[in-house]
T-cell receptor
C-alpha cells in the first residue's frame, strides 16, 4: 500500500540554524499538508499546498517557515531560523484531491529538537 | 470556531474489556469526522471516518464509531481490547475553506491496556 514517507526521522539542531524537513507524498495525490505536534499537545495544522502554491496557512506559519515542491515527488518544509519553541514532531500528509472529504494520509513524522 | 474535545486524557482498560473513547466536536456545518491512532514512534494512522449516511461506521482493527448529531459526538468503540491497541487516539474534524481540507484535532486520549 502506498504511504507517505518523511526524512529524517529525527533531527537535532542549534537555535538559529535552518532546517529542511522532507516528505514524499503518495504519488498522484494533489494536496499536501504540514502539521506539527509539540510534546504533550494536540496536532496542529501548519499549511496546505495545492497546484504549487500555498492554499491555506495557520497563524503559526509565519515568515520563518516556507514550503516547496522542488520536483514531482518531494514536498519540503523549511524553517529558516529555528527557535527553541519549534521543537516538535512535524507530520506531512497528502490527499488525493477534491471533493473535500478526501482522507489525509500521514507520514511517520520528523522529530525536531532545537537546542 | 471549529474545535474538538476529547475529555479523557488517559484511559486504562483490561485486555478483553470493552472500550469507548469520547469525542465532542463544534462545527457549524455538516462535520466530516475522523479517528486516527498513533502508536509509539509511529505516524498517524486512519482508523475510520464519517462523511455522511449511516451514523455507525466501521473501521480497521475492529473499531467502530457512532455519529450523534444531537450530542455533537463521535465516540470510538471496540468490544474487546487487545494489548496491541495501546496507543494514543485522536479525534479530528475536517474544516474546509476554499480548496483545502485541514484537520482540527483533539488533544488525544492515551490508552493503556492491562494484561
Amino acid at each position: 500500500e502506498p504511504e507517505v514517507t518523511q526524512t529524517p526521522s529525527h533531527q537535532v539542531t542549534q537555535m538559529g540554524q535552518e532546517v529542511i524537513l522532507r516528505c514524499v507524498p503518495i504519488s498522484n495525490h494533489l494536496y499536501f499538508y504540514w502539521y506539527r505536534q509539540i510534546l504533550g499537545q494536540k496536532v496542529e495544522f501548519l499549511v496546505s499546498f495545492y497546484n504549487n502554491e500555498i492554499s491555506e496557512k495557520s497563524e503559526i506559519f509565519d515568515d520563518q517557515f516556507s514550503v516547496e515542491r522542488p520536483d514531482g515527488s518531494n514536498f519540503t518544509l523549511k524553517i529558516r531560523s529555528t527557535k527553541l519553541e519549534d521543537s516538535a514532531m512535524y507530520f506531512c500528509a497528502s490527499s488525493p484531491g477534491t471533493p473535500v472529504q478526501e482522507t489525509q494520509y500521514f507520514g511517520p513524522g520528523t522529530r525536531l529538537l532545537v537546542l | 470556531a471549529q474545535s474538538v474535545t476529547q475529555p479523557d486524557i488517559h484511559i486504562t482498560v483490561s485486555e478483553g474489556a470493552s472500550l469507548e473513547l469520547r469525542c465532542n466536536y463544534s462545527y457549524g456545518a455538516t462535520p466530516y469526522l475522523f479517528w486516527y491512532v498513533q502508536s509509539p514512534g509511529q505516524g498517524l494512522q486512519l482508523l475510520l471516518k464519517y462523511f455522511s449516511g449511516d451514523t455507525l461506521v466501521q473501521g480497521i482493527k475492529g473499531f467502530e464509531a457512532e455519529f450523534k448529531r444531537s450530542q455533537s459526538s463521535f465516540n470510538l468503540r471496540k468490544p474487546s481490547v487487545h494489548w496491541s491497541d495501546a496507543a494514543e487516539y485522536f479525534c479530528a474534524v475536517g474544516a474546509y475553506g476554499g480548496a483545502t481540507n485541514k484537520l482540527i484535532f483533539g488533544t488525544g486520549t492515551l490508552l493503556a491496556v492491562q494484561p
